[in-house]
Every structure is written in C-alpha cells, then in structure tokens.
C-alpha cells in the first residue's frame, strides 16, 4: 500500500488487493484551527456511549462489557433537525463531490436524494477501540419497514481531529480477506473516504486522546 505524507491534496489510496477499491484521503482538508473548533463545539453536542447494532434498523442502547469487547468509546451526535446545518456541512458537502469526481470508473452510488449524518467519535480511555465492521447493511431490502428514512449509509467519511503526536494506537485500519490489514496514513486535518460496505476498524488506544470527525451520506437503498 502507498502511504506516504504527501503535499498532494487529494491521495487515492493503491493496494496490492485488486478487489480493495474506492478509497480516498484528502490532505488538510480541514485546517488545525478547524479541527479545534470542531472539537471544541462539539462538547455541545449530544454525548453517549458509543453502541453496536445487531438487530438491523436498531441500535443497542443497552451498554455491557460484552458490547465493550465490540466496540468502546464515547460519540457526540449532531442533530440536524435540532442545530440545522452549520460551516462544516458544506465543506463535507464538497467532500462527497470531490470522492465521485475522483473515481469516475466506480464505485458508483445513487445519490439521488442524499442525506448527512455527523458525529464526533471520541477515543479518550486506553483500550478505547471498534472492532472490524461496516457502517451499512448491503442485504437493507429487507430494512425498509423498519427505517423510517428509506435511506442507507453509501459513503462513509472519516477525518482525524487529533494529532498523531498527542495519541498511540488507534489506527484507522481498512480490512481485505485473508486477514490483510491496511493501516490508513492519517494526519491531523486529513479526511478518508471510502464505500460504507467496506469492512475497517480502529484498533485499541494505547494513551492519549484521539478524536475524529465522522460523517456518512445517505442515499436509497442499495439495489
């Protein structure tokens, strides 16, 4: 895998693993000074423990040590309906647009009437982590009476609030067969993009804090 810091704004990440594919990193897509504000406003937000899905169309509220061994952590959700749109929402906006420019060959996603749902996933506590999963259901037909929205998860976007100095582990890791694990090579103010069916994770904190900007665009149902 290429992984190098690069002057290069946008760097489409290359694998040995053909089938590995559409995954995007944008550099300094937002500056430090917008990563700090992003932290900082988002101590506003509604927080909570970061919870697992295992009945499609419902979270787990319930918290375990069980759930822990999933998945550890706090999250901050923006409420759309509640705060309305704010200046970050256009950047990521501009995100999206830039990952379907950027591969033109696919992944394709039908985006016809897309949504965007934000939050902040806080990794504060050693062992803090998410184990290997996707962010959408790709067999969702069978989800359309229990979510209300009619809409699924199509691009998953991932920015890195923290710098890597002020943390050690919890690497954002993106997930092909065999056990193949790609480490994605991220500074404070750099965005992932990537198909929300493809499986990652992050692993375990070590020490620090790290703290990252999560988003997903929302479209219909896959087909």
């Known amino acids: 895998m290429e ?5 290069d704004s946008i760097h489409r990440v290359t694998f040995e693993e053909p089938h590995l594919h559409g995954i995007l990193i944008l550099r300094n897509f937002f500056s430090h000074e917008e990563c700090d504000r992003l932290k900082s406003e988002s101590h506003d937000w509604a927080e909570h423990i970061a919870t697992v ?5 419902k979270p787990n509220e319930k918290h375990s040590k069980e759930y822990e061994k999933l998945r550890k952590g706090h999250i901050r959700h923006w409420n759309l309906e509640q705060n309305g749109l704010t200046w970050f929402h256009s950047t990521l906006h501009k995100a999206a647009l830039t990952y379907h420019n950027s591969f033109p060959d696919g992944p394709a996603f039908d985006l016809k009437r897309p949504r965007m749902s934000v939050e902040v996933a806080c990794y504060t506590n050693k062992g803090d982590h998410f184990t290997a999963h996707q962010d959408v259901y790709i ?5 359309r009476d229990k979510i209300a929205s009619r809409q699924t998860r199509k691009l998953s976007m991932s920015c890195l609030l923290s710098d ?6 919890g690497c954002l890791n993106m997930l092909a067969g065999k056990g193949v694990v790609n480490t ?4 404070k103010g750099d965005i992932c993009l990537f198909p929300s069916y493809q499986v990652h994770q992050v692993t375990q904190l070590k020490g620090g804090e790290r703290y990252a900007l999560i988003c997903w665009v929302t479209g219909d149902f896959w087909r």
């Open 3 to 7: 992984s190098r810091r690069s002057d």
């Open 53 to 57: 899905v295992t009945d499609p169309g």
């Open 139 to 143: 067999r969702s037909e069978h989800l």
């Open 164 to 169: 890597p100095d002020e943390y050690s582990g």
């Open 184 to 187: 994605m090579p991220l500074f």
